[in-house]
């Protein structure tokens, strides 16, 4: 199965995991499994600190770092 890619507006238990992920590493967000403004805002600060194409998607770039499950 190819990875999921998590982009803002999904909602459901893989956004919710990247929530607890993104959370779990110090980043500020709610874990209510709606991609939002805010979990967007998170992942793009993911991605800056670790030198990832800034673009708020978690996809195959992002995904692995990160450790989301896909």
């Known amino acids: 199965m190819a990875p999921q890619t ?3 507006g999904m909602n459901g ?3 919710e995991r990247l929530q607890k992920d993104l959370s779990a590493k110090g980043y500020q967000l709610s874990v209510n499994g709606n991609f939002d403004e805010i979990t ?3 992942v793009k600060a993911f991605q800056k600190d670790n030198n990832i194409t800034v673009d708020g ?3 195959a ?4 770092k990160l450790g989301a499950r896909a």
Request: a negative charge; zero cysteines.
């Open 57 to 59: 998607v978690v996809g």
């Open 61 to 64: 770039e992002t995904g692995p």
């Open 6 to 8: 998590l982009s803002r």
């Open 40 to 42: 967007e805002n998170a």
């Open 13 to 15: 238990s893989e956004v």
